[in-house]
């Protein structure tokens, strides 16, 4: 008879149903075991929920910039053309509905796909049993709905439980005027002054769209700059839209409490003063979900931050068990959890796998303008991680960019003196997620400035300031 390889997965984020596809096609008897809904919170809370706001917000911007650049004007017979008053508004209620039906759907496609590979969805939460079998095996036991309970058994458990939002101690969201990054769909009317108490990606993310919305938003940083670990260029790129654009961005400002007074919320900072607004967001970062899992007892090394430790290949120190996604802190990204769900079940199953290889991840800020970066960094080469030559393009100079009206933006990349091979690059631009994918290539593949500067690009268009960057950085190259 012939043998099957039972696989676990605690988890169903992109970490989780990935690796469950990936196992049910290698052959193996397949368990995704998940509290919540396939996706995770990357489908039903945080990236498809966020994403869809921000393409909302996104509109709104276009409208409110098109006849100052384009010259296009949204006649309204109540105003009079001259008028600067916005004529164009937002139902955030029904945003909000249509946000939550969409993230619903993916998560019902994803179901329908794992459970079409053959992959068992098992409804619960799951706590791993301390020690191995004699055959290597572990048991898994799962408390499912109604206070059941079902023991599984696995020759591989992968871990992919993701994380849920940090909270300030004396700023405990109350889902109605004081919100994390989860409640917020639930709202029905747009914030008149929204509060976001934090300037990372999430934050960021958050405080332009709701600006663009139509929300009067003051961005509590407690940095110097908004996004402090992105491209610092970047950085200042955005700061000075979201200024420009009226938001109040209040810089080395680390907020200490939040509290209700009637129908408002005031936010307290370390150095004694006080904010008001309608409501507050608090979007300080992510807790992994790895306590009350018998990680530990089961022999899995955590960190002081809860995050389990790997290593490229997704194992931990326990044998047998890997673990992928946000609950190892590697990098927050659905795309990063993918990848490292996939690795570990190539591995176990003794398929063909690389090592993860974080240098080849392109990223994205979904700001307006958005912020897309892979490979080496700014940082990297000022820190001297790594020697490398960079050129930065304004994106003034593109003739796309003038027809469109964009006026803030670059491109930059990096590569090696001598070779000229790129090692990073970093896109601001409107949809700037869909211009990196060249620079992605490009670094993932080892090529050089030059072969980017020989290759067609599109007149006019944005990736043709790709090209003309790679031009400059072999010229530089060259008479160096």
Not at 109 to 130: E, K, M, N, Y
């Amino acid at each position: 008879m012939r043998y099957v390889t039972r696989i676990v997965i605690i988890g169903g984020g992109p970490g989780g149903y990935e690796a469950a596809l990936v196992a049910a096609q290698l052959g193996a008897e397949v368990t995704v075991v998940d509290c919540d809904g396939l996706g995770g919170a990357s489908v039903l809370t945080d990236c498809v929920p966020s994403k869809t706001l921000i393409a909302t917000a996104e509109v709104m911007t276009n409208f409110d910039s098109s006849y100052e650049e384009l010259g296009i004007r949204v006649e309204d017979t109540t105003h009079d053309p001259d008028d600067p008053a916005r004529v164009v508004g937002v139902d955030l209620g029904k945003v909000n509905r249509r946000v939550k039906r969409l993230a619903l759907a993916q998560s019902h496609d994803i179901t329908a796909s794992v459970t079409r590979a053959g992959v068992r969805v098992l409804r619960g939460r799951a706590r791993l049993s301390p020690g191995q079998a004699p055959d290597g095996s572990r048991e898994v036991v799962v408390t499912t709905p109604g206070d059941g309970e079902e023991r599984l058994t696995a020759d591989a458990v992968l871990v992919a439980t993701g994380g849920h939002p940090r909270e300030i101690p004396d700023a405990r969201p109350d889902g109605e005027r004081i919100l994390n990054w989860t409640q917020v769909y639930d709202l029905e009317e747009l914030p008149e002054e929204l509060i976001v108490v934090g300037s990372g990606v999430t934050g960021a993310e958050f405080a332009g769209a709701y600006q663009a919305l139509g929300s009067q938003v003051t961005l509590v940083s407690s940095r110097e700059r908004v996004l402090p670990g992105e491209d610092p260029d970047a950085a200042a790129v955005l700061e000075d839209v979201f200024r420009r654009r009226g938001m109040n961005v209040m810089s080395r400002s680390r907020a200490q409490s939040a509290k209700r007074v009637g129908d408002r919320v005031e936010v307290t900072l370390q150095d004694g003063r006080t904010i008001t607004g309608s409501h507050c967001l608090v979007a300080v970062g992510a807790i992994p979900n790895t306590a009350d899992m018998g990680l530990e007892e089961a022999g899995v090394e955590l960190r002081e931050s809860g995050h389990i430790s790997t290593d490229r290949v997704s194992r931990t120190s326990a044998p047998g068990v890997y673990a992928a996604g946000d609950c190892t802190g590697v990098l927050a990204l659905a795309s990063v959890a993918a990848m490292q769900g996939r690795i570990a079940m190539y591995h176990f199953l003794g398929d063909a796998v690389g090592p993860l290889n974080l240098k080849a991840v392109s990223a994205n800020v979904f700001t307006d303008p958005e912020i897309a970066t892979v490979g080496y960094s700014q940082a990297d080469v000022d820190a001297g991680t790594i020697d490398a030559r960079a050129v930065k393009l304004p994106l003034l100079r593109n003739p796309r960019a003038k027809m469109q009206g964009i006026r803030d933006g670059f491109v930059k990349l990096f590569c090696r003196p001598g070779t000229g091979i790129v090692v990073g690059g970093v896109v601001v631009a409107p949809r700037a997620s869909e211009l990196i994918h060249p620079i992605s290539i490009a670094v993932d593949n080892n090529l050089t400035v030059e072969q980017i500067a020989k290759a067609f690009t599109v007149y006019p268009s944005l990736t043709g300031s790709i090209a003309e960057v790679a031009r400059q950085l072999h010229t530089r190259k060259t008479v160096e």
